[in-house]
Structure formats: C-alpha cells, structure tokens
C-alpha cells in the first residue's frame, strides 16, 4: 500500500513550522554527507517519513487530539520529555510512574555492577585455591622423597656399622628400629596430609570446571598427583 499526500508548512506563521524546516534541512545535510548510493539514500529517506507518519499514528491512536497538541509545541526549547508529558496529561491520558514499570535503567545499571562485582572474587578464589593445594602437594611429595634418601641412608648406615662391628649388633638393631618407627610416623602423617590435599584439590577442580569450561594445560591433574604417590609408596616407603 501507498501513500502519497504534500505537506505545506507556514514558517512566516507559524514558529512550529520554521523549527521543523530547519530540522528536516539539518537531516537532509547530514544524508548528503553520507555519500551513499542513490538507492540507499532513497530507502533510507523512504524509512524516515514512515516512520514520522506511522508515530503520529501512533499518538492519534492514545488520544485524537494529541498530535494537534504536540505540533503546536514543536519548539527548540519546548522538544524535551516534559513538554511531552505534559501534553499527554492535558489530553487526558496517564502515565505510569518509574516505580509502576519496575527497576530503571540506573537502579539496573546499579545491579548488574553489584552482581558483577559479586561474582568476580568468586572465581579468582578459586583459582588461588587450586594454585595453593598444588603446592602443598608438590611439597608433600618433596618430604616423601625426602623421607625415602633418608631410609634409605638408615639402611646403609646400619649395614656397613654391622658388618664392622657384630658385637654391637643390638644396639645397632634398636637404633635403626627407632628411626625407622619415626621415618613411618612422619610418612604416615604425610600420606593423611596428600589425601585430604587430594580430596580439597578434586573439590577445588569440579567447583572451577562448572565455572570455566576450558581446561588449564598448565596445571597437573588429580590422576597425577595421587600416581605420583602410587610410585613413591610402591617403593617400600610404607
């Protein structure tokens, strides 16, 4: 459907009319300066007029008058959301209140920075978390083998002391019977510390993946760690 009408405006009469005259001027300046193709431009101007044609439309449609109203308003001082508000309220119509149609858009603004905020120390916890667990683990598994050289040296120790000197083989025997007793105790307390580590870093790891699905190349995963502790126990240190 098409719709062709002219209109005539009266700027020496009317004040409305030289405002819109300028306006259109300005808006036909600024389509020029684009440099577009003669079909764009076309479309475009097209689009412009509808949309005036359909937006009054639109206000005839709250109330027949208020279009009427508004155009005699149609001034540089005078074009600004009071002007319009109180129009609307002379042609008998309501508005409803900021309050009526919920949050606006700064309480909304002011919310999403709250919940931005909110959410951000969250996930940088947890990464920190998950850093501090895998270097209590690797220090861990330092002790370990640490406490393995130090079996180690024990039976050395022993060996060579008893093969100089049988006669003291019992003092030998419960001198490396200590050490050994306190070697176990520290390992025993090391391996309760790498499980709970271990339990604290899987908890960590499920908790970060539900909130970064891209795994990290860099950092050992829990299968590692507890292999890692599967090959030092299998050494005889337990």
């Known amino acids: 459907m098409r719709i062709r009408f002219n209109v005539g405006l009266e700027p020496e009469l009317y004040d409305s009319h030289s405002y819109a005259i300028k306006r259109l001027r300005c808006w036909q300046q600024q389509e020029k300066d684009r440099n577009d193709e003669t079909d ?5 101007r097209i689009q412009f007029h509808r949309d005036l044609y359909l937006s009054g439309l639109f206000l005839h449609e709250l109330a027949p008058q208020l279009p009427s109203m508004l155009t005699q308003t149609l001034l540089q ?6 002007t319009l508000a109180c129009q ?3 042609a008998g119509l309501s508005l409803e209140t900021s309050e009526d149609n919920g949050l606006s858009e700064q309480q909304w603004q002011k919310l999403s920075a709250m919940l931005n905020a909110a959410s951000l120390p969250v996930k940088q916890t947890e ?3 998950l850093t501090e667990i895998e270097q209590q683990l690797a220090q861990l598994q330092q002790l370990m083998l640490q406490g393995q050289e130090q079996l180690s040296s024990v039976l050395t120790h022993t060996t060579v002391s008893h093969s100089a000197a049988t006669s003291e083989n019992g003092q030998h025997q419960a001198d490396f019977s200590t050490q050994l007793d306190q070697l176990k105790q520290g390992q025993d307390k090391l391996m309760t510390q790498m499980k709970n580590l271990s339990s ?5 790891s499920v908790t970060a993946l539900a909130n970064n699905n891209s795994a990290n190349d860099d950092t050992l995963s829990l299968e590692t760690q507890l292999e890692r502790a599967r090959r030092v126990k299998s050494k005889g240190l337990w």
């Open 40 to 44: 764009i431009v076309q479309q475009r």
């Open 77 to 82: 001082d005078k074009v600004n959301s009071q």
């Open 88 to 90: 609307v309220r002379a």
């Open 127 to 129: 990464a920190v978390d």
């Open 200 to 204: 604290q870093l899987a908890q960590v």
